[in-house]
């Protein structure tokens, strides 16, 4: 089993990469899935930005290899092998705990855990870019997650108090504001589930309701968002380090096509390939949440999955 990676130093034209790296770290006992596609898109990002030099390629060519260790690793467990299921896994993690922080800031309870768990979320939609373009909910998500983050942040250090909720022009370059010291020293190895997203001792409780979806997000209804397919293949494949290691790039599953009639709901009407592919991935969010051991969360896809395929009508 491939554990945490002693990767080389980090070159300073890749200096973009070190935020992913270092959440994959402190994912790698917690949620061993979420640190594999952290480091993933930080190759994917690398490549994009520098795969000539010497000491870009040195880094790119250790995090593929830990990749290629890993996947084999854990080649029954469809999360890291399968796109779709991936894709829900990972999404329904970056939900979480963006609706945690949401929930915990306009509750008016700022403090540190509360901004990493926003920019730790923003950070995770970022990770299903590799999955194709967020949806418009998601990108809004993953740009009030780093603006908020960024704005309790600078309002802790400046011994100001945080406005709860939207405030003001959300800051494109919230991102850019923490260097490098933002989550230092809170590694939290006791972390187990998301239902421990506390990032502390001292945190108060979830909510109740936390595994429903309830608290509302700045826009959306607070539920599950549609997925966009999955993309037939990452972007970004690289040529020359991706000829060395091509088991890395496979696609995954893709959403088959056919020109055949789609099945019949139990109402009697004609599925169409988007509403059977929705149904099967309220099911996967549905496995996903088990997995967490969130029966609610798990429950309300599979009524959803279920309504779907009853009335060919999404909830």
């Not at 480091?39 to 000539?52: F, M, N, S, V, Y």
């Not at 260097?179 to 945190?203: A, H, K, V, W």
């Not at 909510?207 to 959306?220: D, E, I, M, Y």
């Amino acid at each position: 089993m491939a554990g945490t990676p002693t990767l080389p130093a980090i070159p300073p034209v890749l200096k973009p990469l070190q935020h992913h790296l270092k959440t994959a770290t402190e994912h790698d006992q917690r949620d061993p899935v979420i640190g594999y596609w952290c480091r993933l898109h930080a190759l994917q990002t690398g490549l994009k930005i520098d795969r000539k030099s010497k000491e870009s390629l040195t880094l790119l060519t250790a995090i593929m290899e830990w990749l290629e260790k890993f996947k084999q690793a854990h080649k029954e467990n469809e999360a890291v092998t399968n796109d779709v299921v991936a894709q829900a896994h990972i999404e329904n993690y970056a939900i979480k705990l963006f609706l945690y922080a949401d929930s915990e800031d306009r509750m008016a309870r700022f403090n540190k855990n509360v901004v990493k768990a926003f920019y730790t979320a923003g950070l995770l939609f970022d990770v299903l870019t590799e999955f194709g373009e967020l949806t418009e909910e998601n990108a809004h998500h993953r740009k009030y997650a780093k603006w908020k983050a960024a704005y309790i942040h600078n309002c802790l250090k400046n011994g100001e108090t945080p406005v709860p909720g939207p405030a003001g022009e959300e800051d494109e370059t919230a991102e850019n504001e923490f260097g490098t010291g933002i989550g230092e020293g809170r590694t939290n190895e006791n972390f187990q589930r998301p239902q421990d997203l506390g990032f502390g001792g001292s945190q108060p409780p979830y909510p109740s309701n936390f595994g429903g979806f309830l608290p509302q997000p700045p826009v959306g209804s607070g539920t599950i968002p549609p997925h966009p397919s999955p993309s037939p293949s990452r972007p970004g494949n690289p040529s020359s380090l991706g000829e060395q290691h091509p088991q890395m790039w496979n696609s995954g599953a893709t959403e088959p096509t056919s020109d055949k009639p789609g099945p019949l709901a139990a109402s009697g009407v004609e599925l169409s390939c988007d509403a059977v592919a929705k149904a099967q991935k309220y099911c996967k969010f549905a496995q996903s949440a088990l997995n967490y051991e969130d029966v609610p969360t798990a429950v309300e896809n599979l009524q959803k999955a279920l309504h779907l395929l009853q009335t060919g009508q999404d909830s």
